[in-house]
Structure formats: C-alpha cells, structure tokens
C-alpha cells in the first residue's frame, strides 16, 4: 500500500502497534514464500548443506527491520512477540520436514533450532555492528559443516 499522507496512513492502521504487526507479518510471510519459492525450483540445489546457507543467508538479510521487530516484542508488544513465536512454530515445522527429506541420522528439529537460534545470532552482531564477528564467514564455515554431516551421513558403510 502506498501512502501519500499521514492521514491515509491513519486510514487504514488506527495505531503504531498495528502497523508493525502488518509490516512485521508481510515480512515474515515474505520470507517464508523465498523459502517455498526456492525449494520448489527445480533448477536449484536444494541439499542439506545447501538449504543450511539459504536458510542463514535469507534469515539474515534484512537484520535492522527485524532487530526492531525483536526488540519490540521483548520489550512488552504482547502482539508482536506472539506473531513471532507463531511464525517460528510454522517455520520450525516446515524446515524441520526438509531437512528431514534431506539427510537422515539427525534430529531434525534440533537442526532446525539450531539453525534458527544461528540466525538470530547473526542478527544480533550485526545489529551492533560487531567488527570481530564476520558473518558471511560464519555462514560459510556452517554450509561446510553441514556439506561434511551430509557427506559423511550419505557416504557407504563398509561391512567387511
């Protein structure tokens, strides 16, 4: 919706608390549709290690907007806070069932926590501008963690 006023802004969220539950909800909707869009592409690699990088790469990208989010909904929008710990719970089932498809011998709810719990670290560094903490690095480092579990979960077994 574009807005040429602050009255029609006022049209159509009666207060503040309103609008950042709608933006904070496009948003994460937005990100969960990236997801879908990109496991559906079949012209992507969609691997273990490879759905790990996506996952932290995308979760990440857009880390002011949802620092404020985070920081609204610890501090007291009761709203907010429950939006979020919806959206984890739709999350957390979905990419729990694609690492689920993707390797087996791990927990994959564990990962998906963990994943998730990566990413909201990131988050946080990046939000205070932490120049000891390099996250395209992290994020490297975790995708060839996960190549190595994937490599060594698919790799045969000898019996002899």
Known sequence: VLFRSQGTLY??????????????????????????????????????????????????????????????????????????????????????????ERISGVDPNFVTWLLLLLSDGIILQKSLNNNYFNSEEFIEKCTFYAKFLEDKKNKPTNTD
């Open 11 to 100: 049209y159509y969220y009666n207060t503040k608390d309103q609008l950042l539950l709608d933006v904070t909800e496009m948003m994460l909707d937005e990100q969960m549709h990236a997801l879908f869009s990109w496991i559906n592409d079949p012209t992507k690699d969609t691997s273990f290690h490879r759905l790990v990088m996506y996952i932290m790469k995308y979760d990440t990208m857009n880390f002011c907007q949802r620092s404020y989010l985070i920081y609204s909904a610890i501090n007291g929008n009761e709203t907010v806070r429950n939006l979020f710990i919806e959206k984890y719970r739709e999350f957390t089932h979905i990419i729990s069932n694609l690492i689920a």
